[in-house]
């Protein structure tokens, strides 16, 4: 299992996630609140800006349009980082 770097933009936290462990969970152990509620993809609460960096989604239907997706949005509740990410509120 791989670990990555999380880094928040905006607030100069960082958070140590594996390959295995949801970007809001990784963010929920280091203390970190974050907007949520459905923590499966579906409602859009968790939605943040990915500015640097790729995560992954174990479900087929992130609740993301592709074009969301390109723009860098991401779902943290779900996202799963592949890579050292930066992260910020949408
Ligand atoms: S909390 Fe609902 S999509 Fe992330």
Redesign the pocket.
């Known amino acids: 299992m791989k670990t990555f770097r999380i880094q928040i933009d905006g607030q100069g936290v960082d958070v140590v996630a594996d390959s295995e462990t949801s970007v ?1 969970t990784a963010m929920t152990r280091a203390g970190i609140a974050w ?13 943040a800006r990915l500015l640097q960096g790729q995560v992954r989604y174990e479900i087929p239907w ?2 993301l349009s592709s074009d969301e997706k390109e723009e860098g949005y991401c ?4 996202a799963r980082p592949m890579t050292d990410i930066v992260i910020a509120q949408a």
Request: charged residues 10%; glycine residues 10%; positive net charge.
């Open positions: 809001f907007p949520v509620s459905c923590r499966n993809g579906t409602c859009r609460t968790c939605i992130p609740g779902l943290p509740c779900v």
